[in-house]
T-cell receptor
Framework: AAGVIQSPRHLIKEKRETATLKCYPIPRHDTVYWYQQGPGQDPQFLISFYEKMQSDKGSIPDRFSAQQFSDYHSELNMSSLELGDSALYFC??????????????????FGPGTRLTVL | GENVEQHPSTLSVQEGDSAVIKCTYSDSASNYFPWYKQELGKGPQLIIDIRSNVGEKKDQRIAVTLNKTAKHFSLHITETQPEDSAVYFCAAPNKAAGNKLTFGGGTRVLVKP
């Protein structure tokens, strides 16, 4: 079965540079979530999109922005990178944004992640 | 918002023994509870989930139980194998906030052969 695709898998940047992470959801999935995971930590929610509109925003710095395109893929743009931005960035996709009556539409499937290293 | 706590943070078991991980949540409106397994350098992989209309769900060696009254749910792995070694996360969605997942702190499971 097709899974969530993320690119690039690894990215090395210098401080103050910019980075763009891409996410391609599972076919027919219309909802995308971005999470950030630091070393030894649990994933932290950044931002989500449903049908190309932002549906929720978490602890995402103002230096970061994201969008979902007409083909449902999403991009996370990170500017003025800082050392503390070094982390694993995961994208997850689901069919529909909110859990319903047990049909599994809220199940989130994660991609393999992008490891960002800021030097 | 939702708050999820997970215990223990590390768990070491002998191959063939059982492993149990427990999580509590705070939002009584939550009705969906997934468990993810994460291997080193990989993304979280959904291994089982449970919805509030059932109290227990089983898939081969993995089972999850849910107690909505007490607001806790548990993952049970029986007949553990070395390939079960990984970090396991419980999670709960915030239905009022676009269904974002709040994760427990994770449990590092080591299965010793």
């Amino acid at each position: 079965a097709a899974g969530v695709i993320q690119s690039p898998r690894h990215l090395i940047k210098e401080k103050r540079e910019t980075a763009t992470l891409k996410c391609y959801p599972i076919p027919r999935h219309d909802t995308v979530y971005w999470y950030q995971q630091g070393p030894g930590q649990d994933p932290q929610f950044l931002i989500s999109f449903y049908e190309k509109m932002q549906s929720d925003k978490g602890s995402i710095p103002d230096r970061f922005s994201a969008q979902q395109f007409s083909d449902y893929h999403s991009e996370l743009n990170m500017s003025s990178l800082e050392l503390g931005d070094s982390a694993l960035y995961f994208c997850a996709s689901s069919l529909g944004p909110v859990g319903t009556s047990g049909r599994g539409e809220d199940t989130q499937y994660f991609g393999p992640g992008t490891r960002l290293t800021v030097l | 918002g939702e708050n999820v706590e997970q215990h223990p943070s590390t768990l070491s078991v002998q191959e063939g023994d059982s492993a149990v991980i427990k999580c509590t949540y705070s939002d009584s409106a939550s009705n969906y509870f997934p468990w993810y397994k994460q291997e080193l350098g990989k993304g979280p992989q959904l291994i089982i989930d449970i919805r509030s209309n059932v109290g227990e769900k089983k898939d081969q060696r993995i089972a999850v139980t849910l107690n909505k009254t007490a607001k806790h749910f548990s993952l049970h792995i029986t007949e553990t194998q070395p390939e079960d070694s990984a970090v396991y996360f419980c999670a709960a969605p915030n239905k009022a906030a676009g269904n974002k997942l709040t994760f427990g702190g994770g449990t590092r499971v080591l299965v010793k052969p």
